[in-house]
């Protein structure tokens, strides 16, 4: 290691700033956040400078550098673009062992400035010792993504109660306790912005590290429930909030949706059990709901932190209302994360905007599923200037189209299929109401998929798709009919 990264207390210490244009200016912002007391060397400042200097933020000499000015300074930033110059600020300033900084100039200087992911009171400085500053800022966007921003706060509420809990417990269960404050619902409520709550789950968490110090047994500790959206399919649209929960997560409970690269993302000792369809000989079974909030359950009740991974949103179409409230009725904590669900991941990649200000001015997620027919009013489903999207409608293409028109929309209706939305091998098929089944059919397309309607479909043609990011295989369809292609994305 060839620098020792060290945090340095400047409030009111003297700094002094060679140059006062640009790069100055982002060092002294910098500065100034810590409250050091500034002192500019330069003949001219950006009018960014100037005007901290009219407010009296910071002391500006309009002069040249003369080694004078180190006079009093206890650290110094040279900031100019002229070698010459900053080479003598350096000398004069190694000179009094100062610590001397040159912007972009690791040679001519003692210290330099780290990049920094701000969670105040929490800080992470990342060196490159100088010599590779690109690479330590994309390190430092790596952490940007994984701290949560409500980082800073949950820093400040532990801090507020370290010494009530320096009195409440003894040395060796105050290590045990802080961590599971920091990562179970009293942390994820101060992320989650609900003081309230953070504070009933701290108290119940010192009271559980007392009983279980005072009593012989131990008591019995409980875990929690996230309830994580795990979005359409492609792992980088995943929320922060989802990756940072997963990295948490001591079980995965996750649904068929899920695709492997998602779970890649969680920790790599969780515990990971599959509770969607059944695999094997009886393939349309799936694992009865019942059996999952069982499980949540058995786990929290474990004192585990369990995901509940479920693909899209867990709120469309995703029974995330029903565990929640089983794990309310069982009186365990729970956190919900939203996902992208489908209609948004499959009308992003496929380039079709949901709404449009010309042709449709509202958008419908409905289930395509049989079950619900009667429950859905076709004719308002079949109304103009809107996009209705079907969920769980592949196997039934016919049927949905059939209502439709029925109900009043025209067969020549443009429509669309998205299938494996966001995922390799997506495919996107374009068609009228009247001819999408057959298409679909030819096609083969298969579950998981999306049934798009309405003119918004017919839009997106004129471009975009085929810059998709998602991996290309083109649905033959036939001789495509102006509105009826397969389209390769
Ligand atoms: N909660 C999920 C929906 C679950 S219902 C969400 O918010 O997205 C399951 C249906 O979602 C599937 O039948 C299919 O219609 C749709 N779906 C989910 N993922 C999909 C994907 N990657 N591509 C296309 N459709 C998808």
Redesign the pocket.
């Given at each position: 290691m060839d620098h020792l990264p060290i945090f340095l207390q400047l409030r009111e210490v003297p700094v002094l700033v060679v140059g006062g244009g640009r790069i100055a200016q982002r060092k002294i912002e910098l500065l100034l956040r810590v409250g050091a007391r500034i002192t500019i060397v330069a003949p001219q400042l950006t009018a960014e400078l100037a005007e901290r200097a009219g407010r009296g933020q910071l002391e500006h000499r309009a002069a040249r550098f003369a080694t004078e000015d180190l006079e009093g300074m206890r650290l110094v930033i040279a900031a100019t673009d002229l070698k010459l110059l900053n080479t003598s600020v350096s000398q004069a300033a190694r000179a009094r062992l100062l610590p001397v900084n040159v912007v972009d100039d690791p040679q001519l200087s003692t210290f330099y400035f780290p990049a920094i992911v701000d969670r105040s009171p929490l800080i992470v400085a990342i060196g490159s010792g100088g010599g590779a500053p690109v690479l330590a800022r994309w390190v430092r966007e790596q952490i940007e993504a994984l701290l949560p921003a409500a980082l800073g706060a949950l820093a400040r509420f532990m801090g507020a109660r370290r010494d009530a809990v320096r009195r409440a417990l003894a040395p060796a269960a105050r290590r045990p306790f802080w961590e599971r404050v920091a990562r179970g619902t009293a942390g994820a409520r101060v992320l989650a912005g609900d003081p309230i709550g953070a504070e009933r789950a701290y108290a119940r968490e010192l009271r559980m590290a007392q009983l279980t110090a005072s009593s012989a047994t131990g008591a019995q500790r409980l875990g929690e429930v996230y309830l994580i959206g795990a979005g359409?399919?492609d792992a980088d649209l995943l929320t922060l909030r989802a990756l940072q929960l997963l990295q948490q997560a001591d079980v995965i409970l996750y649904d068929r949706?899920v695709p492997a690269a998602v779970l890649e993302r969680s920790r790599r000792d969780a515990e990971r059990v599959f509770v969607g369809k059944h695999s094997g000989r009886s393939r349309q079974e799936t694992t009865p709901q019942a059996q999952i909030h069982e499980w949540m359950v058995h786990y929290a009740r474990q004192g585990l932190r369990v995901a509940r991974l479920?693909?899209?949103?867990?709120f469309?179409?995703?029974r995330g209302g029903e565990e929640a409230e089983c794990l309310a009725r069982h009186g365990i904590p729970y956190v919900i994360v939203p996902?992208i669900?489908?209609a948004l991941?499959?009308a992003a990649a496929a380039a079709i905007p949901l709404t449009h200000r010309h042709v449709a001015q509202s958008v419908t997620f409905v289930t395509g599923h049989p079950l619900q027919d009667d429950a859905l009013d076709w004719s308002a489903l079949a109304r103009g200037h809107q996009t209705v999207v079907f969920?769980?409608?592949v196997a039934h293409l016919e049927r949905i189209c059939a209502q439709l028109t029925a109900a009043g929309a025209h067969p020549s209706l443009p429509v669309a299929l998205?299938?494996?939305?966001?995922?390799p091998g997506q495919r996107v098929l374009r068609g009228t109401l009247s001819r999408i089944a057959a298409l679909a059919e030819r096609a083969g397309i298969s579950?998981?998929?999306?049934l798009i309607v309405g003119e918004v479909t017919a839009l997106a043609q004129l471009g975009g798709a085929s810059d998709s990011a998602y991996g290309p295989t083109a649905a033959t369809a036939g001789a495509p009919h102006p509105l009826e292609s397969a389209h390769e994305c």
């Open positions: 359409p399919g949706l479920k693909g899209g949103d867990p469309v179409f995703g996902g669900t489908a991941g499959a969920y769980m409608g998205i299938e494996r939305a966001t995922l579950p998981p998929a999306l």
